[in-house]
């Protein structure tokens, strides 16, 4: 079966496609030497690397586990949201973990740039979701959809503003 007799199949990689030129447009954007690389220093680089092996190892129990669930019968969400879900979960971990350890935003990152950045990730993502509940293509016969995806990348969104904002205070009671 081909992507243009599968409008479904279509429309999910256009979407991908168009999420990834909008990221690498926005990388330029958001760091000071306009490139698309982001620079961190050597302690930095070290809470990444932890960063991303707790995000895998996240990813994998979640895979895990959704593979042991669906033992027990179908799950009410479509194979795409599901293994979606599993992604944006270690993704949430490893962003996470970077937060909290001082290794997310770059030397190179303009601060205020990211922060407007990561505000119309979260609100397109959720603006996508509610149209698309407005249109019944969220839920179709008790079951979950594709468009779940955006709801959930918002979900994200704010979990990693309220770990951002945690971190914050504690930077601020420390200095008290």
Known sequence: MTTSSNP???ALIMGLLTGVMITLALL????KNRR?????DEMQKIARGEAYMYGFYTLIAAEAILGIAKCFGPLPMDPTAEHFLV????????AGYSILHDAYIGLNTETTRFKVMMIAIGLFNLFIAILAWAQGRMI????????FVNFMVFVMCVILAVIGLVKKSRGKMEDA
Not at 28 to 31: E, G, L, W
Not at 140 to 147: D, E, F, S, T
């Open 36 to 40: 698309l690389r982001t620079e961190y």
């Open 8 to 10: 479904k199949a279509f």
């Open 140 to 147: 179709k016969n008790g079951i979950l959809q594709a468009p």
């Open 28 to 31: 330029r954007y958001v760091n």
């Open 87 to 94: 992604i944006l979960i270690g993704v949430t971990v490893q």
